[in-house]
T-cell receptor, first 111, second 112 residues
Framework: AQRVTQPEKLLSVFKGAPVELKCNYS??????LFWYVQYSRQRLQLLLR??SRESIKGFTADLNKGETSFHLKKPFAQEEDSAMYYC?????????????FGQGTTLQVKP | EAQVTQNPRYLITVTGKKLTVTCSQN?????MSWYRQDPGLGLRQIYY???????DKGDVPEGYKVSRKEKRNFPLILESPSPNQTSLYFC???????????FGAGSRLTVL
């Protein structure tokens, strides 16, 4: 079954501390993985996707096919990073736009 | 501005009173979808549409209907709302082949 698991509901860190939001997936093929973010009172928006291999707002995520993981990392958290983060999977060849989302992790960065 | 617009943003209703949440996009996207967001469950897909007059069930379609008569609009219809449909609803769209969703601002629905 296709599934995305984010084991932490809430992750609370102090400003300047490293952050790692965990994401594991279950999919038999070659999926495309995404991180979406929802800041307070804002729309859900794309943060990054694994095929881009880029760093957005200091965040990076590497697809580890062996561990079926796509953890989101940032070396030094900022207060403005506080938000809800969703990991999502798109079946590689679906072309349907279907995304399977994880349960979401709330990141709280304390001053 | 390219965007997805949902209305109403907030609604409190009673069990059994039919309601419609509208969704409109101005980006000429072929694909549109509805999700509901519930604590601990994340985002779950209700229905999606690949193009005009083409709709299909997502993961949690029970109690909902949709239609896609025009490319820009994709309304979500609750014929007889029940309290378990109290949720935050998101409409989203994307261009075929792009694989990145553009979301609306969300509609918070409470069914008493």
């Amino acid at each position: 079954a296709q599934r995305v698991t984010q084991p932490e509901k809430l992750l609370s860190v102090f400003k300047g501390a490293p952050v790692e939001l965990k994401c594991n997936y279950s999919y038999s093929g070659s999926p495309e993985l995404f991180w979406y973010v929802q800041y307070s009172r804002q729309r859900l928006q794309l943060l990054l996707r694994h095929i881009s291999r880029e760093s957005i707002k200091g965040f990076t995520a590497d697809l580890n096919k062996g561990e079926t993981s796509f953890h989101l990392k940032k070396p030094f958290a900022q207060e403005e990073d506080s938000a809800m983060y969703y990991c999502a999977l798109s079946p590689h060849s679906s072309n349907t736009g279907k995304l399977i989302f994880g349960q979401g992790t709330t990141l709280q960065v304390k001053p | 501005e390219a965007q997805v617009t949902q209305n109403p943003r907030y609604l409190i209703t009673v069990t059994g009173k039919k309601l419609t949440v509208t969704c409109s996009q101005n980006m000429n996207h072929e694909y549109m979808s509805w999700y509901r967001q519930d604590p601990g469950l994340g985002l779950r897909q209700i229905y999606y549409s690949m193009n005009v007059e083409v709709t299909d069930k997502g993961d949690v379609p029970e109690g909902y209907k949709v239609s896609r008569k025009e490319k820009r609009n994709f309304p979500l219809i609750l014929e007889s709302p029940s309290p378990n449909q109290t949720s935050l609803y998101f409409c989203a769209s994307l261009m075929r082949g792009a694989n990145v969703l553009t979301f609306g601002a969300g509609s918070r629905l409470t069914v008493l």
